[in-house]
């Protein structure tokens, strides 16, 4: 049930864009995002609920295709304080928790 | 306001012994979940609730018990420790539908 990221690391010069994609087998209610600093707990970046719906926080943005199961995280312009790992849970439907993927290590450099 | 706290921050233990994780919010949340991180992995669940009195397991329960007598503790519970129960345990809160889990700081378990 665990959903699948690509690319598992990615570096970035400041600047720069990256997309984010998490892909799961199951079919889903929401999708989260989240982003972990090294030693940190995850913080939240954004719930996508069925619909499609495309949601944006600053110059993070991301969308969901529920027919495929696929979610794609969007960083453009990236700023050194982006880098970390950023994970997505799944809810499937009928769920009552998360399943997370095992991340995306951005790093951004100047 | 807090939000998720959890005790102890670190902690070493010899093999065979116990110990309770704790996990108190208060943001009166009904969901609460327990996730271990091995390095460079995600986030596993082991326990959740639902509600006060209400538990299920998750993807990697075994070696650990949960319960849920009150809304805002959900303490985890290892017996008999072990090498591989060695991570960084996370507990989160969240009262679903569109909400975000909150997570604690988490507690750096060593078993030796």
């Known amino acids: 049930q665990q959903p699948v990221q690509s690319p598992q690391a990615v570096i970035l010069r400041e600047g720069e864009d990256a997309v984010i994609n998490c892909s799961s087998s199951k079919a889903l209610y929401s999708v989260h995002w989240y982003r972990q600093k090294h030693g940190e707990a995850p913080v939240f970046l954004m719930i996508l609920l069925k619909g499609g719906e495309q949601k944006g926080h600053e110059k993070i943005s991301a969308s969901f295709n529920e027919k495929k199961q696929q979610s794609s995280l969007y960083l453009t312009a990236s700023q050194l304080s982006y880098s970390g790992t950023y994970f997505c849970g799944t809810e499937p439907t009928g769920a009552n928790n998360l399943f997370f993927g095992t991340g995306t290590r951005l790093t951004v450099i100047p | 306001n807090a939000g998720v706290t959890q005790t102890p921050k670190f902690r070493i233990l010899k093999i065979g012994q116990s110990m309770t994780l704790q996990c108190t919010q208060d943001?009166?949340?009904?969901?609460m979940y327990w996730y271990r991180q091995d390095p460079g992995m995600g986030l596993k669940l082991i326990y959740y609730s639902v509600g006060a009195g209400i538990t299920d397991k998750g993807e990697v329960p075994n070696g650990y018990n949960v319960s849920r007598s009150t809304t805002e503790d959900f303490p985890l519970r290892l017996e008999l420790a072990a090498p591989s129960q060695t991570s960084v345990y996370f507990c989160?809160?969240?009262?679903?539908?569109?909400?975000?889990?909150?997570f604690g700081d988490g507690t750096r378990l060593s078993i030796l």
């Open positions: 943001m009166n949340h009904n969901y």
């Open positions: 989160a809160s969240t009262n679903w539908g569109d909400q975000p889990q909150h």
